[in-house]
């Protein structure tokens, strides 16, 4: 469901130490055969550009972007901080089926990137979202030992990795109105069409429930996710191939 700040009751990731943000071009020639110097151009990638939230875990809910509130704790039990991908204590936080997050108003944007990485603990015997919005904001979802990019609005729609292991791996989805696009370890695994057509007031923003999935109105959750997660990402614009790329190798 999209929210409209002030019109729609909403339902229900800047300074970062592990974030490494290359912005680069470059006009170094090669000599090619035979011919003059060519001068090679490199993408420019620039992934602080549209980044309206980033959640990072590193023994905190706190947005490094300073644009966002901090993350609520739902449902029951402690935060629990783990280690990340590359092992750093504290660094990352595990969801363990009876505690989730509340990420409030989000910016909303028809172009839009969701990226987390995620290391699942368990099989999910039916489809677990982890972290959506309900509505034109991309999702994550767990099916079993696969993993959905999602839209919902204005049908839904999504696309699936399957089978995936129960490692660390790197996930994005992104959205342009049309298509919805999912990229795992930071190839792209497919894309389905989802067209919408709608003006956006200015301010519309969407909440977001991590690690569980509540109806609107409701304390009891319909999917709970055994797994982990750290940097969590928000973008108000869709990433390119190669940011994406970038990102997951950061």
């Not at 009876?98 to 909303?108: M, T």
């Not at 519309?204 to 982990?228: F, M």
Request: glycine share 8%; charged share 20%; proline share 5%.
């Amino acid at each position: 469901m999209i929210i409209l700040a002030a019109v729609v009751t909403p339902l229900a990731f800047f300074s970062c130490s592990k974030e490494k943000l290359e912005t680069q071009q470059t006009n170094d020639a090669e000599p090619v055969s035979g011919r003059a110097f060519q001068p090679i151009f490199k993408p420019v990638v620039d992934l602080k550009k549209g980044l309206s939230g980033l959640y990072q875990f590193d023994g905190n809910l706190k947005d490094n972007t300073g644009q966002l509130k901090d993350a609520v704790a739902n449902i029951s039990g402690a935060d629990n901080y783990i280690e990340d991908r590359k092992g750093n204590a504290n660094s990352a936080i595990k969801f363990n089926g009876r505690y989730g997050l509340d990420i409030f108003k989000v910016p909303l944007s028809l172009n839009s990137t969701l990226a987390a990485w995620v290391k699942y603990d368990a099989l999910a015997p039916s489809t677990n979202y982890f972290a959506t919005s309900e509505g034109l904001m991309p999702s994550f979802a767990q099916d079993n030992d696969s993993y959905w990019g999602v839209v919902w609005t204005p049908g839904s729609a999504g696309v699936q990795a399957w089978p995936v292991d129960d490692h660390w791996h790197h996930l994005v989805a992104t959205y342009d109105g049309k298509d919805v696009k999912l990229y795992v370890d930071g190839s792209l695994i497919g894309s389905e069409n989802n067209p919408v057509s709608i003006d956006l007031p200015q301010g519309s923003w969407v909440n977001y429930q991590v690690g569980y999935l509540t109806p609107q109105g409701s304390k009891i959750p319909t999917t709970i996710w055994n797994g982990r997660m750290d940097d969590l990402r928000f973008y108000a614009r869709v990433l390119s191939a190669f940011d994406i790329l970038t990102l997951y190798k950061q």
